[in-house]
């Protein structure tokens, strides 16, 4: 495998289809997980409201309840697909074998599946690369000035847990900064309304969701955090093809954990970036 021959496999069209198929799945997901969030509110205003008929709490809390599940379960499903996509690029890009042909048919069903519907940013995201204004999927990933195959592999796998941290982190400061200035506005709320101390209870249950969402959030960084840490510890050892799989098992775990952090932020970061990396290696 020449140096180049990497960097040039991933700008080909079919490998483009499929980071813009993964993309449009975290985007779903992304949607859907701001949905559930916004359904949550809705649990915590509705419990505000002064309805004398208990039955019509239930139903409606019951209702929204079994939404949120029926979301969470499609979000964590395109979660699935946007990382097998994922890992379905990686090992085509790197010529790893170690993926079955059912595997394979899956991942070609998820981008079919997507090509077919209406791509009006198609031509844009894979025209466009990370310095771009959207930022697109063209050199996915960086050069990093390395020669060698192994050391080409290991240059872009240590590229993918950066990503990982940087946006990862980013993510969960939002969400908990999210959960505290509403956990406030609902202080603020009760002493407005002179709550007593049984409403204030009752008002912290229906919070509770709130705290769930976000301890849920934390559990997955963790895990992130976790894997993070084994592949940056193997990547400094790795040798050959076997290492780099095994390093690269440890990304795909990592990518199926339900923490999908919004689009925007990548938007955001996505340029600086790719400049720092740029001036970093420049010769």
């Given amino acids: 495998m020449i140096k180049n021959s990497i960097f040039d496999k991933q700008n080909e069209k079919g490998m483009l289809d499929i980071l813009y198929a993964q993309r449009q799945y975290y985007n779903k997901a992304n949607k859907l997980d701001s949905i559930n969030l916004l ?30 599940y029926i979301i969470s379960y499609v979000t964590n499903d395109y979660i699935k ?9 990686d090992y085509k890009l790197y010529e790893f074998n170690d993926i079955t042909k059912q595997f394979e048919e899956n991942c070609r069903k998820y981008i079919h599946n997507i090509l077919k519907k209406n791509k009006p940013y198609y031509n844009q995201q894979i025209s466009n690369d990370g310095k771009s ?6 050199d996915w990933y960086f050069d990093e000035g390395e020669t060698k195959r192994l050391d080409i592999i290991k240059s872009t796998q240590s590229q993918n847990i950066k990503w990982d941290k940087k946006i990862s982190t980013i993510y969960l400061i939002i969400v908990i900064i999210l959960v505290i200035v509403l956990f406030i506005t609902y202080l603020i709320t009760c002493a407005l309304m002179k709550f007593n101390i049984i409403e204030f209870l009752a008002g912290l249950i229906s919070f509770a969701s709130f705290f769930c969402y976000l301890f849920k959030k934390i559990i997955s960084y963790i895990k992130i955090n976790k894997c993070v840490y084994l592949a940056e510890h193997l990547l400094n050892k790795a ?45």
């Fill in 239 to 283: 040798k050959n093809d076997v290492d780099l799989i095994e390093i690269q098992k440890i990304i795909d775990k990592r990518r199926h954990e339900n923490f999908c952090p919004p689009n925007i932020i990548h938007k955001i970061i996505s340029k600086s970036v790719h400049e720092e990396i740029e001036f970093i290696n420049k010769k």
């Fill in 39 to 68: 359904l949550i509110l809705i649990v915590c205003m509705f419990d505000f409201f002064e309805i004398n008929n208990t039955m019509i709490k239930l139903l409606v809390n019951g209702l929204i309840a079994l939404i949120i």
């Fill in 81 to 89: 697909k946007g990382a097998d996509l994922k890992k379905y690029f």
């Fill in 133 to 138: 204004n959207p930022p697109g999927l063209k």
